[in-house]
């Protein structure tokens, strides 16, 4: 993967082509810099909901200076409709992934070296990237450089809404076991996690998709 | 040693900018918001009326426009989420020296813009005083505004303007108001009108790094590159009169003159009587108060130089100017510190190369007229 074959979106997010299929998959799970952007618009989402979510996982700038858990400065706590309510206003072709996507995503993102996100930060400062996507990558290669499944949240971040036919959505990620209660979870072994509970879950974020036009 | 002449000009009228909370939750705020807008309109002139945007939104208004188009505007922008990333982003670079945001909620993002750079640059204007926004010891509360202290809010003026050169020592500034001293010449407030400063610099501090520094109300400090201009018209050696040149000679020996206007001894560098005439050396007539006449004493003539500048360079490395308290002291740079260091106080009528003195004038001579 190249950083010059990303695509953005129109919060100016990046994509990677995934090999083999027409899908792009997003770096990062959903950031709360984009969902803001979202709320900014006159027909967005509203502040009361936005400040219900905060509750859940409360709210890191990505421009401040003060160190705060790097999960706070993505949106969690949303339900699977919420995700494609957002991935419908970043425009036709956004979506969550399906179950085979997510697991290329998350072989093609763990192949990736920690450094690769700071060439593709540096590529997005020239190539009209949202100042965002640059800030949180260029935080994320400083505090989460152990590994690049870490650095894009594939380890110890979220379970991210996934769709499969038929099935009400999942979750799949790797959080830590801590705040799994000890579960440790092979998203490439087994099948998405299901809240039993329903209703909002800190531990549930999601990583958007986008249908490479034909 | 080269001098450097700069001329700075006064801030140019500031285009600030004016965000309104047009949330849900501000919805009942919208007629203030508007008086507010038309009150800005009539406590500013057009040059400094902001532009007005709607938070979270990208775009910004001349003032004028969004009178003409409120409505229009205000339905058109209703409901945006109290963010300000959007607005802000989308702010010019460098950013308007004051932004201000009229809130009614507290908004998600606000902590992200209150830490430097920004943090000078904005204000809060809390429309409810029962629900602080930035922190009730940030927030304004528009009971405690009246539409002039808004329009001031908006509307900053310089506090102080600085010329700053590094190793560099001011050598002529405007009389009035500027305070210098090595490295710096410090203007307490705007500038009225367009002025030249000057400074000589030791050629191992070239390449010249020089910054005007404007110093705003709110605390902000901008800078920008100062406009090198040229070098003033040089004066002309003037001859001086026999009689001066006896007078000279007479100091240079250390000795008082018998003054031919008050018939008292003037010791070396009294120029003037006590009646605030010149009769040793009438030539010094109409030279400036308070500043150096550079004099040459050969065998047979003598001839002087009236100084324009408040500081003499004598050579790569020393100078003359004055201390608080007006007497002449000797500047020398110092390589080691690379800053200029006052030297030792020099006597009125002191020697500063073979052939060539310096003559320091009072301040303020003796009022004519008075008793000799």
Sequence with gaps: MVPEDCVLDRTGFPYVPLPG????????????????????????????????????????????????PDTELFLSGLLPQEAEN??????AGYRLPNLAEWRAADRALSQTSPKWAVQLADYLAGHGGHPAAIGVLQRLARTRSASSQSLFFLQDGFLEWVTKPGNAPGGFGRPSEKRTGGMILDPQAFDPVVSIRGGRNPLFSARLAYSLPT | MSVFWFRLHPAPPQRNVVLLDVSRAAEGFRPVLLSLVEGLAEELPEPVQPEIAFLGGTARYPLQT?????????????GRGRVLAPTLEALPSPWPVRVVLFAAHPVFDLGDWLQNPWQNHFAVVALDPTIPIAGADQDKSLNDLDMPALARLVNPQPRETRLLVAGGLPVS???????????????????????RLGWCVPSEREPLKSVVETIWENGLRTRQKPTRTDAPALGEWQPLTGPELTRLDAWRMRRAVPCPNCQHDHPPGQVFCANGESGLLPSLAGCVSGGFVRVRIKTFQASMFPVREQVVVHSETTATGRNADGQPIQWEYD????????GRVLSLFDRIHAEEYLLTLPPVPPSAGGPS
């Design chain 2, 173 to 195: 500034w405007p009389t009035s108001g500027w305070r210098c001293e090595p490295g710096r010449a410090v203007y307490p407030g705007p500038l009225a009108a367009p002025v």
């Design chain 2, 66 to 78: 969004f009178l003409q188009r409120s409505e229009e505007l205000f339905s058109h922008n209703a």
């Design chain 1, 21 to 68: 299929i027409r899908t792009a998959i997003a770096i990062l799970p959903i950031t709360k810099a984009q969902v803001e952007l979202w709320l900014a618009e006159p027909h967005g989402p509203g502040d009361e909901w936005y400040a219900e979510m905060l509750t859940h996982n409360p709210r890191l700038g990505w421009r401040e200076t003060r160190t705060g």
């Design chain 1, 86 to 91: 957002f991935a419908h206003w970043l425009g």
């Design chain 2, 335 to 342: 390589s080691t510190r690379q800053c200029w260091v006052a």
